[in-house]
């Protein structure tokens, strides 16, 4: 029997790579992690991390045990659930940044619909800027959107990325000719990223395609329209990271986080922001 606590810990191990920032989301000491690892993998006999100086990732029998890992709370959570007697009821309103749709997000919320079928979830999807008015407006109970890193707010961070270029890899630009930049209609945190960094490397740039969604900007930079801003771990296998190869501007990194409703209801937006910590933030397959 794997203790819960371990496979937590694992899981949060697992996103971040890293023992120090497990710790440091957990709210416990990295000796800690490193000891509830220790007893987790003598539990199952096999090597799931491997360490060096550098990075701390998952060994092949690490990458099994995530899996496991993720069933067997999630059993945890729905036998807690039923069993408790006070299954939770009630709505609760959610918004998610739109290229959080390609993430494993919908996985989640499909597997939270199904351990608390008794909440009515409602969802939103927007860019960041919109959903964060409209939370502060209170008509939403909870969102997940993208904010430059370290930005103050009152907010949890679940993972940290990076923004670079991406474009189609056979797309060819001529030294010196201005950037086509496919951006998000205004407000928008990459296209401001994007225009700032060029402006302020003395780059001409010009709006080829303006975009409301994320399956629109993926269709301009698929038809080789131009370049795009976006989060290094979301881009799509068929399309390239091209900072380098067009000698661009870096862009900085941003935050994922989830932000709540000081009045919503506790339980509900507690559960969800649960769900989303235990899985982080991943492309979907």
Same mark, same amino acid.
């Given at each position: ?8 810990? %694992? ?7 890293? %023992? ?11 000796? &800690? ?46 036998? =807690? ?54 939370? =502060? ?17 009152? @907010? ?12 189609? =890899?056979?797309? &060819? ?25 060029? =402006? ?32 290094? @771990? ?52």
């Amino acid at each position: 029997m794997y203790d819960p606590v371990l496979l937590k810990t %694992f899981l949060v191990v697992a996103e971040t790579h890293s %023992f120090t920032n497990a710790a440091l989301r957990l709210g416990i000491s990295q000796p &800690t992690v490193s000891q509830q690892m220790s007893k987790l993998e003598k539990a199952a006999g096999r090597m799931l991390i491997a360490r060096d100086t550098r990075e701390v990732r998952l060994t092949d029998n690490g990458d099994a045990m995530a899996g496991f890992a993720r069933t067997i709370l999630a059993a945890h959570a729905a036998a =807690e659930s039923y069993f408790s007697g006070s299954a939770m009821r009630g709505r609760l309103r959610f918004g998610a940044a739109d290229d959080l749709a390609i993430t494993q997000l919908p996985r989640i919320l499909r597997h939270f619909r199904q351990l608390y079928p008794q909440i009515n979830l409602e969802l939103t999807v927007n860019q960041s800027g919109p959903l964060r008015r409209r939370l =502060e407006g209170g008509h939403l109970d909870l969102i997940f959107v993208k904010q430059g890193a370290g930005e103050a707010s009152d @907010s949890t961070r679940v993972a940290k990325d990076s923004m670079v270029w991406m474009a189609q =890899e056979k797309m &060819t630009l001529d030294e010196g000719a201005p950037v086509p930049l496919i951006a998000y209609q205004a407000p928008s945190l990459s296209r401001q990223l994007a225009i700032d960094a060029l =402006e302020s490397a003395g780059r001409t740039w010009r709006i080829t395609c303006n975009t409301r969604d994320v399956n629109g900007m993926l269709a301009a930079v698929r038809a080789g329209m131009g370049v795009a801003v976006f989060p290094h @771990s979301l881009i799509p296998s068929d399309l390239v990271k091209v900072s380098n190869r067009f000698a661009l501007p870096e862009l900085g990194d941003v935050d994922y986080v989830l932000m709540a409703n000081p009045s919503a209801a506790r339980e509900p937006v507690q559960a969800l922001m649960s769900a989303i910590m235990s899985r982080g933030v991943s492309r979907a397959a």
